[in-house]
Each structure stands twice: as structure tokens, then as C-alpha cells.
Antibody
């Protein structure tokens, strides 16, 4: 069973860059077929998909955040990272890393089947 | 983006009850629908994918159904450990979106 663990500062100042890392164990970020993803949840609210990086290094990000988001992969450390620039208080949330993959049945069905525990990032001066 | 609307937003039921949560998509998404369970302070856990396929290790009292725009998560024989918030998520096209959640209380 793959395990994911987020790490990074819990407090970021407005206009600065939020940086988080997700360490992957009992699995490899270089394995084909997996989409290493970031998802966030503002306090008391629902879930928002931020983006993913594929094992090949290709990325896809939510257009609502696209200009501010950078997702990168470090295969030597089996981890991937999120950078979110120009943060505001609206970016305060629990940030989850997750592993996504496709199930190939009658169609190609994407699912997030493993998640980290999440880390709270507060944007405040 | 595809909008996902869940109902009800919360419900209260007794142990042993049958509970039904609905999720409606703003456009046809075939069977590209997942269900997650989230307990307080924890990460979401995948229950159902492709609308009706039970994730490995998930109790059989959870059942997903539906297609196109209307979907249902049914818990048959509610257990105390099922107290959680349930989210649907469309997997038809990125940016993948989630419903606003349904909180189930015992």
C-alpha cells in the first residue's frame, strides 16, 4: 500500500509563495500509470482539485489556479511538490497529496485511490 | 467546468437504517463518477468508482448506482463508523470537480 506524506510551512504570508512536498513511500513516483495530485479543502468547505504531475513529468492544472501553480517531480527522492504563488487568505486550506490512476473498463475511469493525511496551510500576515 | 450538486447537505439516521445520497452533474458524464468518505480530520477515502464499482476493502453495504447525470450512494444498514461526510466527484474531464458534500450523522 503506497503511503503519502505532506510537509511544508503551516503559515505563509499574503503575496508570498506556498511550497509543499509530498513524500511517497512503498511505491515509486516513476511508476507508469500514476498521476501524482494535489487537492485542497478550505476549512469547513469542500474539495478542490489543484493539479497533477504524471510520472513522465507532464502536468495538468486547474485553470482557476493555473497561472499560480507549479507542480514538480523529484524521482531521486520519490517525492513531488507544489508551489502556489501570490497567495491570499482565500488559499488557506488543508492541502492533500493523492495518487490518481485510471481504471480501464468500458471507459477510462479516473480515481484518487490513495491520499496523504493533509496539512493545514494558513495564509496570514 | 462540470458542476456537481449533492443532496441532502446533511442527514440524521439510526443504526441499521438505509441511507441514500444523491449527486447530480450539470452535464452528462456517463458513469464517470466517484464517491468518497471523509471523517473529521482525515483524508477522503475512495468508496466507489465508475459509478458502481466498490473499491477493494470497502464494505458491501455501500452501493453506487446511476449514469448520465443522476447518481446515488446507498448505505444499507448504517453503522456507527459510517458517520462522515460523503463527496461525489466527476471523473469525466479535468478540472475534476467534487460535490459540496453530505454529512451523515447517527
Amino acid at each position: 500500500q503506497v503511503q503519502l506524506q505532506e510537509s511544508g510551512p503551516g503559515l505563509v504570508k499574503p503575496s508570498e509563495t506556498l511550497s509543499l512536498t509530498c513524500a511517497v513511500s512503498s511505491g515509486s513516483v516513476s511508476s507508469p500509470g500514476y498521476y501524482w495530485s494535489w487537492i485542497r479543502q478550505p476549512p469547513g468547505k469542500g474539495l478542490e482539485w489543484i493539479g497533477y504531475i504524471y510520472y513522465s513529468g507532464s502536468t495538468n492544472t486547474n485553470p482557476s489556479l493555473k497561472s499560480r501553480v507549479t507542480i514538480s517531480l523529484d524521482t531521486s527522492k520519490s517525492q513531488f511538490s507544489l508551489k502556489l504563488s501570490s497567495v491570499t487568505t482565500a488559499d488557506t486550506a488543508v492541502y492533500f497529496c493523492a495518487r490518481g490512476q485510471y481504471y480501464y473498463g468500458s471507459g477510462s475511469y479516473f480515481k484518487f485511490d490513495d491520499w496523504g493525511q493533509g496539512t493545514l496551510v494558513t495564509v496570514s500576515s | 467546468d462540470i458542476q456537481m450538486t449533492q443532496s441532502p447537505s446533511s442527514l440524521s439516521a439510526s443504526v441499521g437504517d438505509r441511507v441514500t445520497i444523491t449527486c447530480r452533474a450539470s452535464q452528462i458524464i456517463s458513469s464517470y463518477l466517484n464517491w468518497y468518505q471523509q471523517k473529521p480530520g482525515k483524508a477522503p477515502k475512495l468508496l466507489i468508482y465508475a459509478a458502481s464499482i466498490l473499491q477493494s476493502g470497502v464494505p458491501s453495504r455501500f452501493r453506487g448506482s446511476g449514469s448520465e447525470t443522476d447518481f446515488t450512494l446507498t448505505i444499507s444498514g448504517l453503522q456507527p463508523e459510517d458517520c462522515a461526510t460523503y463527496y461525489c466527484q466527476e471523473s469525466h474531464s479535468a478540472p475534476w470537480t467534487f460535490g459540496q458534500g453530505t454529512k451523515v450523522e447517527i
